[in-house]
């Protein structure tokens, strides 16, 4: 069971220290480039949300897995600050994932570059959080 479980952490490490800021620098060139007001969502703007989806659900599957295998100092660190922090800012994370690629973007106001200043906050988020977790 160790051994899935280490897969897991491993794929949550590589996609958000190394695929996510990327795809998130990418999608908002791509959205600064492609902006339409009114248009309908396509595709890749489908998929952006759900790749952060993925890489927030498989950080939660993991450290539920902790808290269930640990005890002590251990499971402590986990619940503990700076710690607990890294789980909630994914969640908050997933949620501007949706609101910058879809149009309850609440910087909409900026027209052509809501998509870059509202992608621009959640890069912050992926990478305050990747600090947080490599640190802890």
């Known amino acids: 069971m160790g051994t899935v479980f280490n897969i897991v952490f491993q794929i949550h490490s590589i996609l958000g220290e190394m695929v996510l800021p990327l795809a998130i620098v990418a999608m908002a060139i791509y959205l600064v480039v492609t902006y339409r007001p009114g248009a309908p969502r396509n595709p890749v703007t489908r998929v952006f949300p759900v790749l952060v989806d ?3 659900g498989l950080g939660i599957i993991y450290w539920v897995f902790l808290l269930f295998n640990t005890s002590g100092a251990a499971q402590a660190r986990y619940l ?18 949706h609101m910058a690629v879809g149009g309850r973007n609440p910087l909409r106001g900026l027209g052509r570059w809501a998509p870059l200043a509202s992608l621009g906050a959640l890069l912050v988020l992926v990478v305050s959080n990747v600090m947080i977790g490599v640190r802890t």
């Open 80 to 97: 503990s600050f700076p710690f607990i922090l890294h789980p909630l800012i994914g969640i908050l994370a997933a949620g501007l994932a």
């Open 54 to 56: 993925l890489q927030v």
